[in-house]
């Protein structure tokens, strides 16, 4: 009796089997989202439509047979269906072979398997944190300004950015 209350205890707990203090929440076939939703902790769409923005403190994954059109933002992000947004993954983007995602990416690490379709701008390196979401632009670069060669250089060097 002990073993079958356990094991209602622990559904819904998502596929780590960890304490009951993180949260994990998975949108399925029945389901549908239009808006926002911002969550703590783990978030799978599971074969649903998904439109407007998902942003989680955990890891997001887009499974199979998945249509997201949708900001994306969390901690892992995995894509093995489709989305249609801007994603960014604080640690690491995995696109799988059935995956397709068209719209930039800010990125720790990215995975792409032979046969995923990635179409957008990738933006990759430790600086991804966790900001205010994946529509932050990057800073603009600076045109590059001309210099005169001869003694009067000095004069037309750029200020240096600080």
């Not at 960890?18 to 929440?25: D, G, L, V, Y």
């Not at 649903?48 to 998945?66: C, F, I, K, R």
């Not at 992000?77 to 995956?99: I, P």
């Amino acid at each position: 009796m002990a073993d079958e209350e356990n094991q209602h205890e622990n559904r819904g707990r998502g596929k780590r089997g960890e304490s009951n203090s993180h949260n994990s929440i998975t949108l399925g076939l029945k389901d549908r989202l239009v808006g926002s939703l911002t969550f703590e902790g783990d978030l799978t769409v599971a074969g649903s439509n998904v439109e407007g923005e998902l942003h989680a403190t955990g890891d997001v994954a887009v499974e199979n047979g998945s249509n997201v059109k949708a900001v994306i933002e969390g901690n892992n992000v995995s894509v093995q269906g489709a989305v249609t947004g801007n994603v960014t993954a604080r640690g690491r983007l995995s696109l799988s072979g059935s995956g397709t995602l068209h719209g930039d990416v800010r990125v720790s690490k990215l995975t792409v398997e032979d046969g995923a379709t990635l179409n957008g701008n990738v933006s990759m390196g430790q600086s991804v944190g966790g900001g205010k979401g994946p529509a932050a632009e990057p800073a603009a670069e600076p045109e590059p300004e001309l210099s005169a060669v001869g003694e009067h250089q000095e004069e037309h060097q750029p200020e240096p950015v600080g």
